[in-house]
Each structure stands twice: as structure tokens, then as C-alpha cells.
């Protein structure tokens, strides 16, 4: 019988093969970020100047009512802005305390990075004139920029809860985008014997940078918790609804609800966690009848199809995870007809074989 880890091997060459020979510069590599960050901000002002718009033509509706529809609003409206003010507000607007320390976290964490990264750039340009900088050099301006850009999100998202969602996910794919390209460059070098990483010059001051980035752009968005989508039309707020993805994955919501049908011999109906309404009958039906109902859907196509639209998302999990479970040893792939590894470590090699 051969091991897992050798059906991997022939994968891994490859993969090592076609990293080894098209390794791109080091400035490539950092300009990656700085598209990133500019097509983020695009969509940021694109964004914003919808919201605008919208806001514009609703003051215009607004002021085409009657009075008293509009008095009614504006002291609706002078009353949730008196309910919005000081810590308090700013506690609930963001979704709790916990989710507010999460982002008072990433913050800290990306003012941190920005100070790591002009420290980097004060020993690099320490004892050298501006003027013949070359443009190798100018890496590590563009760390700079990608950490300022991500302080400001990070001060956006706990400052103004209003577009936090907004601000959040940029935050995140940025954060991730820069951890992904730290490890291509600092990382998967380390699983060779012939290519070092790439920003080794920076010594301690990288594995901190790398530490820090794992924690704002992996740790944080892993646990933090989300503020359920339809919590105003809840009476009771689903535990799985708040829960952070990692919780989700690990069904750790349920750990209050396990403990205490553990301690009793049988456990009441009423201490389950409450039915999320997107999971209660009225909204399944409402779903489903979009896809299946040939009065909604004006169609007269099978209804298998409707089946497949209606669960096309679980359709294409069970697809990937088939595919995923194909051996590589059955690849055709040229890279993966030599069982040898160039350039790979000893113990990578290792630790494969014995898998």
C-alpha cells in the first residue's frame, strides 16, 4: 500500500517546479497590494456616492409628503439619533461589546503594522540618500501604503457602524490579500533549500510584521462574531445567527445548550435555542416557490431544474468536495510524472512520505 503522503508527492513537485521557475520579482509581487488597494478604494467612493444619491431621493420624498407624515418622521428620527449617542450607542450600533473589542483589536493591530513598517523603512533608508534609492527600495514604501490604507479602514469600521459592513469586508480582503502575499514571498521559500525568503533582510522585524498580520487578517475575521442579518424581525435571536465562523464550524453555539442536557435527565422545549426565520416554514416556502412554482417562475422547464436552482449552492459544495477527494497520484499532468521534488527540504520531504 502506498502512503498518502506519497500520492501527494508528484502534486508538490509540480507545484514546486512552477513556483521555482516563474518566481516573479520582488516588486511584482508588492504591486499586487497596491492594485488591491486602489480598486478597493474605487469601489469605497463608488459606493458612497450611491448612498448619497439615495439619501438625496429621500429627503426629496420626504419633503414631497404631507406634514404630519413628516413631523412623525423627524421626531422618529430625533429619537433613534438621541438613542445613538455616546459609548453606549456606539456598543450597540456595532453590534455588542464583544464585536466592538474585535475591531478596536484589528485596529490596534493595524497601527501596529504601520509602525513596523516605517521602522522598516528607517533601517533601510537609514545611512543612504533618497537620491539614489533604487527602485528595489521602494517596497517598502508600498507596505506603508497598504498599512496607512488599513489603519483608516480599521478607524472607519469602529468610528462610523453605519458602513462598518462595508469597510469591514475591504478591511478583510486587504489584510488577507497582504497575509497571502507574505507567505508566498517569506514563507513557502522556507520549504526549499535553494531560494531564502525574500524580505530576510528585514530580520526580526518580518516574523513580527507576519505574526501581527496572521492575527488581523486570520484570527480576528475567524472569531469575530456577526450581527445576525434579519435580528429586527426576530423576536428571539438565533445563537448561530451571532456566531463567528469559526463557531459555526465547530458548532461551539451549542456548547451552553449541550451543557445543560447534560446536567438534566430530559431537556425542555422551551431551553432549545430559538428557530432562525430563515429557517422557520413561511420563508422556506417563499424561497422555494421562486424556483419550483411554474405561476412565479413563467416557465414550463422540468422540475429537476427548479430542484438544482433552488440548492445550487449545496450542489456545488458536493461537487468541489468529490473532486477534492481525487488521489493526485491519478494526475496526467507532466509535473506530476517525476516522484522527485527539486529543491525541496529534507523534512518537508519527510514529513510528507509518512503522512
Not at 58 to 71: F, G, I, L, T, V
Not at 150 to 162: E, F
Not at 325 to 336: D, E, G, K, L, R
Request: glycine content about 4%.
Amino acid at each position: 500500500m502506498v502512503s498518502t503522503g506519497q500520492h501527494w508527492l508528484p502534486l508538490l513537485m509540480g507545484l514546486q517546479q512552477s513556483y521555482l521557475q516563474s518566481v516573479p520579482p520582488a516588486m511584482d509581487s508588492q504591486r499586487i497590494l497596491l492594485y488591491a488597494i486602489g480598486l478597493s478604494a474605487v469601489i469605497l467612493f463608488v459606493h458612497a456616492g450611491i448612498r448619497a444619491y439615495h439619501s438625496a431621493c429621500d429627503r426629496r420624498a420626504a419633503k414631497a409628503s404631507s406634514s404630519h407624515a413628516m413631523e412623525h418622521d423627524q421626531a422618529d428620527v430625533g429619537l433613534e439619533d438621541s438613542e445613538g449617542h455616546g459609548l453606549k450607542g456606539l456598543v450597540q450600533r456595532s453590534g455588542g461589546r464583544v464585536v466592538l473589542t474585535y475591531k478596536i483589536a484589528r485596529l490596534l493591530s493595524c497601527i501596529a503594522l504601520l509602525c513596523l513598517a516605517i521602522a522598516t523603512v528607517c533601517n533601510g533608508l537609514l545611512g543612504t540618500d533618497l537620491s539614489d534609492s533604487s527602485p528595489s527600495d521602494w517596497p517598502m514604501f508600498a507596505q506603508c501604503a497598504v498599512y496607512l490604507y488599513c489603519t483608516i479602514l480599521a478607524v472607519l469600521s469602529v468610528s462610523a457602524p453605519r458602513y462598518s459592513s462595508l469597510v469591514s469586508s475591504h478591511l478583510s480582503f486587504v489584510l488577507l490579500l497582504t497575509w497571502a502575499v507574505y507567505v508566498y514571498r517569506d514563507v513557502i521559500p522556507l520549504g526549499t533549500t535553494t531560494r531564502s525568503p525574500a524580505d530576510a533582510h528585514e530580520g526580526t522585524l518580518l516574523w513580527v510584521k507576519f505574526a501581527v498580520l496572521t492575527i488581523s487578517a486570520i484570527v480576528i475575521p475567524v472569531l469575530v462574531p456577526r450581527p445576525p442579518l434579519d435580528a429586527a424581525l426576530e423576536e428571539a435571536v438565533n445563537e448561530e445567527q451571532s456566531a463567528g465562523w469559526f463557531e459555526r464550524r465547530m458548532f461551539s453555539w451549542l456548547n451552553e445548550t449541550v451543557a445543560k442536557a447534560h446536567c438534566v435527565k430530559h431537556l425542555p422545549l422551551d431551553e432549545l435555542p430559538p428557530l432562525a426565520r430563515s429557517d422557520s416554514t413561511a420563508v422556506l416556502v417563499d424561497e422555494s416557490l421562486k424556483h419550483l412554482d411554474p405561476l412565479q417562475t413563467k416557465s414550463k422547464r422540468h422540475l429537476f431544474w427548479g430542484f438544482l436552482s433552488l440548492y445550487r449552492r449545496e450542489y456545488a459544495l458536493a461537487a468541489l468536495l468529490t473532486a477534492s477527494t481525487v488521489s493526485p497520484a491519478h494526475a496526467t499532468h507532466p509535473f506530476c510524472r517525476d516522484t522527485r521534488i527539486p529543491d525541496a527540504h529534507p523534512a518537508l520531504l519527510r514529513s510528507l512520505s509518512s503522512a
